[in-house]
Structures are given as structure tokens and as C-alpha cells.
């Protein structure tokens, strides 16, 4: 899936990009490099690391080798120009709003969020950095434009939205942003680099929960910031952090030091440094390792996804199926125009029973695991409206998609015919319980 001719193509990139065997040892992946610091040469090496002139490793909260491989490699299949990691989603999140607002300027953000996400934008931000939140809504491109105001630093959407299936219209809400002299965040997790590439849609940053698809075994958390590098910091006054002299790096201004690479080298420099959340190397070796095989799995994700969905469409005791890769959804088109037709793993559907049923059918599963994550190997369920959209009012929730009698599913890359069965016998289970 190379979109550039002189590219290579994602899963070689996958394989290959981010780390070269080393020269002295041979080693052939990434050590885990479990050091908290770097040794200087002189005092002069020291210094020089420290004022950033000269790059390299110093402490592992700013930078760290392991952690620095996959930043390449996310990069590299990302096609941007630079990657910055975290401890997690939430924590790529605070560290780039914290690079790109003050207290009292204002984001955009659209209203179909990950409900971590939600709570994070709408309660936290505001109460303790005084960055004011302003919904939109993903179905009216003009409810982006009315949100807009002078204040705005940004606007943030999910690509495909985590859990209503909803795929927005990136090269749209693109145009707002860019009028509006502000850059448009793209949460790509649910689709990852291998499905939509939001850079070649007018998106100026991506960023991931890397604890889903990208490491894809449930197996470390993290999350990470790619700037496409192509962004403009000094056009105007509203990022003084990146286009004004920063008092604590002795006046360097990071846009003009680091061009394409100043909001990276910020992220590190300044986010890490201040915020803490760095990425431990464990973490970054094993997601480092699950993004080698993320386009096989993310094809089997898809496969296995829309067969299930298009079983569930025919159950008489299923009421409805949200998954934008049914040919009668109405997300299909953008699913045809943003991510090649697929629409990842991640669904929802409801039961005729409700609320009551769909409780049973999640205590009635056998394959498929209960568990509040998706992205993974295995096929998990949960039912959001008690769980992870719980501290929403309802009204909040039905804004989110998450309907009483609804259930999300990540379908994993088991067969599929073993999942159909495991959901058929569940589904019984449960309805004759209600019966
Ligand atoms: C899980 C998730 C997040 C948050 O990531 P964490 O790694 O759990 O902090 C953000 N966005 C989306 C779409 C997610 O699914």
C-alpha cells in the first residue's frame, strides 16, 4: 500500500523502517535499552546536548534509543516528518495541546470521541489548564466553522470514531483549519497508517493510542504525536511556543532552529521534559515488534469484521449493525474515499432486547473476551452505556452513538466462523434469559 512510487511499500516499511542491525554487535532488532541516562564525552558534549545543538542522548524522559527506533518507524509508515512518544493516547493528547495552547485559548474538537478522550477534553483541560473545548458535530462541517473563534488552536478529530463507526471527512474539516490558520489533529487509532493516511487529506498531525492496533497484542501502553512537518508555526501569533523565543532553551526558537522538525523537537524538549510522560522502552519494544505485522493483521481484522457484521445483519435478534464497511451504511462512502473501502475492527450492533439483554449476551460469551480495550489479537466485547461511556449522561451518550441496547465489539484475527458461533450461542443465551 506505498502511495509514493519511490517509496517503499508499508509492510516492507513496517518490517524495516525506524532501526538498522548495529554495527558493533549485529543485533538485529532494537535492544531494550533499559538506561536512564547517557554518558557525556566532555563538558562541551554535555553542554551542547543540553542546549540542543548537538543531538543525542542524554535522559531517558526526553529521549531514550529504543523508544527513539519507534518514533522512526511510526514516523516512516505515517509519511510524516517526525514522531514523538508517550506513556499513552491520553498523554499524546496533553503533551500536544500543551505545545500548541495557552490557559484560556480554545480547540475545537468533534463530539464522537473515545470516551477517555470526551472526559479528557470536555472535563480536565478546561479545569486545570484553562483550555476551553468547543464540540462540533462530525455530520455538519459547518458546525466546525461556527465553533471556530479567534481563540482556537486546533481542531481534533478521530478518523474513524471510537465506538459509533462514524468516519469523518477529513479533507473537509481540513479546508476549516486551514482558513482558520490552525492545524487539524487527526486520532488515526482505530484506522491506523496501514488503512487512512490523514496527512494526504490536508491533516498537519496524527496521533495514536499505540496501546491498540499499532502494538496490536495488548501488551504495553503508549501513545504517540507524528507531526507531518508541514505546518506553518510563524504564520501567525497564535503558537508562540514554537515560533517565539523560549526562555528556557536561552532564546531558540524552535521553529526557525528545527524547521519541519520544531513541533518533535518541542514535544520532546519541552512536553517530555515538563510533563513526564515518556514512553518506557519495554513498551516501545514491544509495540516496536507488533508494528511489524500490523498490515497482516489489520487485514484479517477487516475480513474477519465484515463477515461478522454481515452475519449480526441477518440475526432476528440483532435490531441494527454500525459498521461502516456494510454496503447500506451510511459512513460507506467515506469509508470508499478515506480508507480504501475497509472500515478496521471496531463495531457496534444492538439487540432487540435492550439494555437487560445486552448485559446478558456479554456475560454469556465464551470466545470473546469482556474487557474494556480494542485492537487486539483477540475479539473482545463490552457494553459501553454501563461501562466505558458510564460517567456520560445520557443525553452526552447518545451525542457519542452509545445507545442503551448497543454493544462494540473488536473482532480480532481468529476465524471468523468460530466468533459467529461464539456470538450465535451468546445471543441465545441471553434472549431466552429475557424471554
Ligand atoms: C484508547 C484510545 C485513546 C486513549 O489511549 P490510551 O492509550 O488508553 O491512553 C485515544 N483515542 C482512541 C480512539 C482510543 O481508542
Request: charged share 20%.
Amino acid at each position: 500500500m506505498g502511495t509514493k512510487k519511490d517509496m517503499q511499500g508499508f509492510c516492507t516499511q513496517a518490517v524495516h523502517a525506524g532501526y538498522a542491525p548495529d554495527s558493533e554487535t549485529g543485533a538485529l532488532v532494537p535492544d531494550i535499552s533499559q538506561n536512564v541516562s547517557f554518558y557525556f564525552t566532555s563538558a562541551n558534549d554535555a553542554a551542547e546536548k543540553f542546549s540542543l545543538s548537538r543531538p543525542g542522548f542524554s535522559y531517558s524522559r526526553l529521549t531514550n534509543p529504543t523508544v527513539a527506533a519507534l518514533e522512526k518507524k511510526l514516523a516512516a509508515l505515517e509519511g510524516g516528518a517526525g514522531a514523538t512518544c508517550t506513556a499513552s493516547g491520553l498523554a499524546a493528547h496533553q503533551m500536544l495541546l500543551f505545545a500548541l495552547m495557552n490557559s484560556g485559548d480554545e480547540f475545537v474538537a468533534s463530539s464522537r470521541l473515545y470516551g477517555g478522550t470526551y472526559n479528557q477534553f470536555r472535563n480536565s483541560f478546561s479545569r486545570s489548564f484553562g483550555w476551553q473545548c468547543r464540540f462540533a458535530d462530525l455530520g455538519d462541517i459547518d458546525s466546525f466553522k461556527r465553533a471556530v473563534t479567534e481563540k482556537s488552536r486546533a481542531i481534533f478529530i478521530e478518523s474513524l470514531s471510537n465506538p459509533s463507526g462514524a468516519i469523518a471527512d477529513i479533507e473537509a474539516i481540513a479546508r476549516v483549519a486551514e482558513e482558520a490558520g490552525i492545524p487539524l489533529i487527526v486520532d488515526n487509532t482505530i484506522a491506523t497508517p496501514y488503512l487512512c493516511r490523514p496527512f494526504d487529506w490536508g491533516a498537519s498531525i496524527v496521533t495514536y493510542s499505540t496501546t491498540k492496533y499499532l502494538n496490536g497484542h495488548a501488551n504495553a501502553m503508549g501513545g504517540a504525536v507524528i507531526d507531518s512537518g508541514k505546518f506553518d508555526w510563524s504564520q501567525n501569533d497564535k503558537f508562540p511556543a514554537l515560533s517565539k523565543p523560549d526562555e528556557s532553551y536561552h532564546g531558540l526558537a524552535f521553529h526557525k532552529e528545527f524547521k519541519e522538525m520544531a513541533l518533535t523537537y518541542y514535544c520532546h524538549a519541552v512536553g517530555l521534559r515538563d510533563l513526564g510522560a515518556c514512553q518506557q522502552p519495554l513498551n516501545a519494544f514491544l509495540t516496536f515488534t507488533g508494528l511489524e505485522t500490523l498490515g497482516l493483521r489489520m487485514e484479517q481484522h477487516c475480513k474477519n469484521a465484515l463477515a461478522v457484521a454481515r452475519h449480526l445483519e441477518q440475526h432476528p435478534d440483532v435490531a441494527w449493525v454500525s459498521y461502516a464497511g456494510l454496503d447500506g451504511s451510511p459512513y460507506k462512502p467515506m469509508a470508499d474515499k478515506y480508507l480504501n473501502g475497509r472500515a478496521s475492527g471496531v463495531f457496534t450492533f444492538g439487540v432487540k432486547g435492550g439494555f437487560d439483554t445486552a448485559v446478558d449476551l456479554v456475560g454469556n460469551v465464551k470466545l470473546f473476551r469482556h474487557v474494556a480495550n480494542i485492537g487486539d489479537t483477540r475479539s473482545l466485547i463490552i457494553h459501553s452505556a454501563s461501562t466505558t461511556h458510564s460517567q456520560l449522561t445520557e443525553e452526552q451518550q447518545l451525542k457519542a452513538d452509545v445507545r442503551p441496547e448497543g454493544l462494540r465489539v473488536s473482532i480480532g484475527i481468529e476465524d471468523a466462523a468460530d466468533l459467529i458461533a461464539d456470538l450465535d450461542q451468546a445471543l441465545a443465551a441471553a434472549t431466552q434469559k429475557a424471554a
